[in-house]
């Protein structure tokens, strides 16, 4: 018996010294299995294939993009919590609506609601130049510290109302939209390429992802599935 305590202590004081690896260096490891699992499961299973987009997905951090308190959940097959009421949204949806959006190096995307910076970190992982307008000045502020701060430097982060689009930077070869207006907003075809894409959330609680071609002979609406975003809130004035 004693000799088993003596053992075990033994084995407990080498393994501190020995086995305890720098705790961020774990903690890296850790997150970018987890990073792996969640686009092999969530992505790939679910028929996304554009190697760009499962690239990006597989370098950004998304932990670093979610409060502390959600560390340890950040590659769950969910939206997070990021305070003032929004959310990080759900890793598939992301992937699925940046496939959609056929990203290609160089170019000008335009972003509507920035939240914690995650989908304007793929798309400049993708070689775009970005433009992200959040309403909430708190997240606006701290998207643009976290993006700057993790070497995003191709991503622009403004403090403003989306449904005015961002005229003075205009037109975009792309429009992401990632709260959901009750209908497309008129301002932001305006302000997309003729064979420009976007892709936004329309509708009410329950809302439908629409997949927009804009054409010199008019508009091309698609449907691709039912998403549930927080909504496109109006500003005062
Ligand atoms: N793309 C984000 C998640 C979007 S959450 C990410 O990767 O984390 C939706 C965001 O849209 C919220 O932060 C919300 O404040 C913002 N939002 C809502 N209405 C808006 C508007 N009219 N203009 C700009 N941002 C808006």
Do not use: W
Request: proline share 5%.
């Amino acid at each position: 018996m004693r000799f088993l305590v003596t053992s075990l202590l033994v084995l407990f004081f080498s393994c501190q010294g020995v086995c305890q690896k720098p705790k961020v260096a774990q903690e890296g490891t850790v997150f970018e299995s987890l990073r792996k699992k969640m686009v092999q499961e969530q992505i790939i299973a679910r028929g996304v294939r554009d190697p760009e987009v499962l690239r990006a997905m597989l370098k950004v951090e998304r932990h670093k993009f979610v409060p502390p308190e959600e560390e340890n959940s950040a590659y769950e097959d969910r939206a997070l919590p990021i305070g003032h009421h929004q959310t990080i949204s759900q890793p598939y949806v992301v992937a699925a609506m940046t496939e959609a959006l056929e990203v290609q190096r160089g170019m000008k995307v335009l972003e509507i609601g920035t939240g914690s910076g995650y989908q304007a970190a793929i798309l400049a992982e993708m070689g775009a130049t970005v433009f992200s307008i959040e309403i909430v000045k708190e997240l606006a502020d701290e998207a643009r510290e976290r993006l700057k701060r993790l070497g995003y430097d191709n991503v622009t982060v403004i403090h403003g109302d989306g449904y005015k689009g961002l005229k003075e930077e205009a037109p975009f070869d792309r429009i992401i939209v990632t709260a959901a207006p009750p209908d497309v907003p008129q301002a932001l075809v305006d302000q997309l390429k003729v064979g420009g894409i976007m892709v936004l959330p329309v509708g009410e609680i329950v809302q439908d992802l629409i997949v927009i071609k804009k054409k010199d002979t008019g508009i091309e609406r698609n449907y691709l599935f039912p998403v549930r975003f927080v909504p496109m809130v109006r500003s005062k004035d």
